[in-house]
């Protein structure tokens, strides 16, 4: 009986630390959003590299936003080890957005790019860049890859944006799957892309 008491105590010690490292990266994932916000502000205002935090290895290169979905995130650069604990990040070998060959966008999947199991063949993407240019990609498809394998070439190609996440969702341990959103550049006028980020 005693042996069953103390199984059942450890259980429910690592059942709540388990819960409440979930808590701890969800609110450092949203507090964070806020200081990058400041910093995005300051990168659209033409500071180089404005980093979010005096000791932080990355900062805003471009907006995020799926505005049929209400979801947005500031993009950060693949600078150093830190970037996917705080935002999306823009990889080093990815394409310049907007440019051909493909932008590749890598966040996890139970903060930044949860809103990914809900994009839909059709839906809209947008880019903003710190030069405020603002990018439009239609998605085409999804897929599940291997992260060894994935067959994105980030040099081929017409002006493609990929949006990469762990796969499953919901999966609390990490595996050699991903979850790969593709989406196409599409021209826009202004009056379009105005219509695209005022939709609920």
Not at 64 to 90: R, T, W
Not at 151 to 162: F, N, S
Not at 192 to 200: D, I, N
């Amino acid at each position: 009986m005693r042996g069953q008491t103390i199984i059942a105590a450890l259980v429910l010690i690592i059942g709540a630390a388990i819960f409440g490292q979930g808590l701890f990266l969800t609110a450092k994932a949203e507090f964070a959003q806020i200081l990058l916000a400041r910093a995005w502000t300051r990168a659209i205002d033409g500071e180089i590299a404005a980093t979010p935090w005096p000791w932080a290895d990355t900062w805003p290169v471009a907006r995020l936003s799926v505005p049929s979905l209400g979801a947005h995130a500031i993009v950060l650069a693949e600078a150093g080890g830190e970037a996917l604990a705080f935002g999306p990040a823009l990889l080093t070998v990815s394409a310049t957005p907007g440019e051909p060959g493909t932008a590749i966008i890598a966040a996890h999947r139970d903060t930044h790019f949860q809103f990914l199991r809900e994009l839909g063949v059709g839906d809209t993407v947008m880019l903003e860049t710190t030069a405020s240019e603002q990018i439009a990609y239609r998605v085409t498809r999804m897929e599940i890859v291997d992260a060894a394998r994935s067959g994105i070439e980030p040099e081929a190609g017409p002006p493609r944006l990929a949006l990469v996440t762990c796969w499953p969702f919901g999966a609390i341990t990490p595996g050699p799957l991903r979850y790969v959103v593709w989406a196409e550049r599409v021209d826009a006028s202004p009056v379009e892309l105005a219509e695209t980020f005022a939709a609920p």
